[in-house]
């Protein structure tokens, strides 16, 4: 199965975002629909069905020892990026934790299967993919707000309408302190 970590993004927030992609930008490459919307923490690729739950285990004992904390996220700016022809929305800073999280998953990923890490973290969400040139810059700057309370891993299926992505196990994320 082809597998991802992600950050949800919750349906109603997801069509706000489809809304003003439709009214501040043009169509260039393919938009990916608004039901795929997510943020990538982490690309495993292909593994097979016999390592997930060695993969799960592992997880679960990093997110013990993590302990990442709940967090939100302002959706506040954009990029292009030529090579892949990804157009994106993200935000402008991110808590170190995600990133941490996010490379601690990676690793966990390249464990059970391949190295698939991007070098830099960007938190984003892809907006167009097969961009050939940087869209204008949107005249009403993205302000979206996402509240983060878990992560989730995601099987990407591809059918006949396209690709799919279908969570297959979740983490919470914790509140961050620890009651005495
Ligand atoms: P992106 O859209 O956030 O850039 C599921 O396929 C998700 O995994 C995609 O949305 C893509 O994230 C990410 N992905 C796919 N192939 C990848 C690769 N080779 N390296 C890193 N991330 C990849």
């Known amino acids: 199965m082809r597998l991802f970590f992600a950050l949800d993004i919750p349906g109603p927030l997801a ?5 003003w992609r439709e009214q501040q930008l043009p169509l260039l490459g393919r938009p990916v629909p608004a039901a795929n919307f997510h943020i990538t923490l982490a690309f495993l690729g292909e593994i097979p069905d016999s390592r997930l739950d060695a993969l799960c ?62 070098e830099h973290f960007q938190a984003h969400v892809t907006l167009f993919r097969g961009c050939e040139a940087a869209p204008p810059a949107p005249a009403l700057a993205p302000d979206f707000r ?18 799919s992505y279908h969570p297959v196990a979740g983490w919470e994320l914790g509140t961050g302190f620890n009651p005495a």
Not at 69 to 91: K, M, S, T
Not at 147 to 153: R, T
């Open 146 to 163: 996402l509240s983060c309370s878990e992560f989730l891993l995601m099987e990407s299926r591809q059918g006949k309408r396209g690709v």
């Open 15 to 19: 069509l706000d975002i489809a809304t």
């Open 57 to 118: 285990q592992d997880v679960d004992a990093a997110a013990e020892k993590l302990a990442p904390a709940a967090f939100e996220l302002q959706l506040d700016q954009v990029g292009y990026w030529p090579r892949p022809g990804i157009y994106w929305l993200g935000p402008a800073s991110w808590p170190d934790s995600l990133e941490h999280l996010a490379r601690k998953l990676g690793g966990i990923g390249a464990i059970h299967g391949h190295e698939k890490r991007r």
